[in-house]
């Protein structure tokens, strides 16, 4: 079963407004990260947060973490039509070795 | 720096047919990986290489075989393909920087078998 699960799998908004996009995992972690995928490409890194921090800023990004919940939600905002991909959180294990779980993705349309 | 590269970017093979997958790196990571995309199902793990020289089975190896050739190269071989093996497939690889490993992906091979 997958350690990541991505909610909603689909999100369509307009230009301009915010996107959040939620993950749950089951087990204890290291660090939980977001990577982006553009249509037809390999992913790529957006964000990471340890374990030990409850909120993270990379330019329009935010990326919050509550390891009681064992969630974490990634907040695009002013969103732009180039934001349009799937994302997908990513978990580093605690004991899981240097490998991360992969959940099964959020797709993102801004639309203009 | 090309970063990951991955060849081919596309192949349609018979069933019981075989082929390998190549990924190359250069941005002398230890860490390389196979996944499989396929839809709804997110990326599952085939194979991983902590280090040149050791190979470890992932999620989903069955059907795969991998050989990490050198710190730059890490192949992936279907011996026979099977149609449940149609997928795309992603080769990444990862440095071990502050504690935490951050993977880097190549662009992916889209594999059909008939």
């Known amino acids: 079963s997958q350690q990541g699960e991505e909610d909603p799998q689909a999100l369509s908004i307009q230009e301009g407004e915010n996107a959040t996009m939620n993950c749950s995992y089951k087990t204890s972690i290291n660090n939980l990260q977001w990577y982006r995928q553009n249509s037809g490409r390999g992913l790529v890194h957006l964000i990471l947060?340890?374990?030990?921090?409850r909120e993270k800023h990379s330019g329009r990004l935010r990326v919050t973490l509550d390891t009681s919940k064992k969630s974490s939600s990634l907040l695009i905002t002013a969103s732009r039509a180039a934001d349009t991909a799937s994302y997908f959180c990513a978990t580093d294990l605690t004991g899981g070795g240097n490998k991360l779980t992969f959940g099964t993705g959020t797709q993102l349309k801004v639309e203009l | 720096n090309a970063g990951v590269t991955q060849t081919p970017k596309f192949q349609v093979l018979k069933t019981g047919q075989s082929m390998t997958l190549q990924c190359a790196q250069d941005?002398?990571?230890?860490?390389m990986y196979w996944y499989r995309q396929d839809p709804g199902m997110g990326l599952r793990l085939i194979y991983y290489?902590?280090?040149?020289?050791?190979?470890d089975k992932g999620e989903v190896p069955n059907g795969y075989n991998v050989s990490r050739l050198n710190k730059r190269e890490f192949s992936l071989r279907l011996e026979s393909a099977a149609p449940s093996q149609t997928s795309v497939y992603f080769c990444a690889s990862s440095p071990f920087t502050a504690g935490v490993y951050t993977q880097y992906f190549g662009p992916g091979t889209r594999l059909t078998v008939l």
């Open positions: 941005m002398n990571h230890n860490s």
């Open positions: 290489s902590a280090s040149e020289g050791t190979t």
């Open positions: 947060i340890r374990s030990n921090e």
